[in-house]
């Protein structure tokens, strides 16, 4: 057990639903990532924040893809009118600040849209 | 474009024996690499970071070698056990200078009894 919390582990949705997921990194750390993991490949990055403020977006994150970190403490990764091709392993990661301090991950939230 | 990748996806060996696992990176601005341990259905484990700074550093069974000449790092693990099999993940640390961990795309090490 890292320290890194994802709830749930595991979601099967219908293709259009919405989904959220939650992440909550190990206390005090400022930086909080998500990654989206597909069979066979690495964690692709999605999102990342610096306490509460999304600093970058990759060209994953699509328009119906927003995440959130309110308080800077959790965050939640929400799929809008969700498609099969979301389908993937979830990941959160956290660090103390970024730069050269090592990521922790969590468990995963495996998506399935059937 | 710049990226990080795997020469080998799948590598077997015998228990007992030394694996060793490679990585390509391009990015030579990259001063912070990870190695990471995922076993199915479960995130990434941290095994062992290096920095720049560094050639070789060592911990528990594990040595991580960084070759900055041709951009190549190397995962050793000594006496491989079966508990060792899993997907194997170098990352470099520095992506436009936002410092987000970049993965390739994995090894697969396969340790047979």
């Known amino acids: 057990d890292t320290g890194v919390s994802q709830d749930p582990r595991h979601k099967i949705t219908k293709r259009g639903q919405n989904v959220t997921f939650r992440c909550d990194p190990i206390s005090e750390h400022n930086r909080l990532y998500w990654y989206r993991q597909t069979l066979g490949q690495g964690p692709e990055f999605l999102t990342y924040?610096?306490?509460?403020?999304?600093?970058?977006k990759s060209r994953l994150l699509s328009d119906r893809f927003s995440a959130e970190r309110p308080k800077g403490s959790f965050s939640t990764l929400e799929i809008q009118r969700t498609e099969q091709g979301d389908s993937a392993m979830y990941l959160c990661?956290?660090?103390?600040?970024?730069?050269?301090?090592?990521?922790?991950f969590g468990q995963g939230t495996r998506l399935t849209v059937v | 474009g710049e990226s990080v990748g795997l020469h080998l996806p799948t590598l077997s060996v015998q228990e007992g024996d030394n694996s060793i696992i490679n990585c390509a990176y391009s990015n030579s601005a990259s001063d912070y690499f990870i190695w990471y341990k995922q076993e199915s259905g479960k995130g990434p484990q941290f095994i062992i970071d290096i920095r720049s700074n560094m050639d070789k550093r060592q911990g528990q069974r594990v040595t991580v070698l960084l070759n900055k000449t041709v951009k190549h790092l190397s995962l050793q693990i000594a006496a491989t056990q079966p508990g060792d099999s899993a997907v194997y993940f170098c990352?470099?640390?520095?992506?436009?200078?936002?410092?987000?961990?970049?993965f390739g795309r994995g090894t697969s090490l396969i340790v047979h009894p």
């Open positions: 924040f610096q306490n509460e403020a999304q600093l970058e």
């Open positions: 990661a956290s660090s103390l600040s970024g730069g050269q301090d090592e990521a922790f």
């Open positions: 990352a470099e640390n520095f992506t436009g200078g936002s410092y987000i961990p970049t």
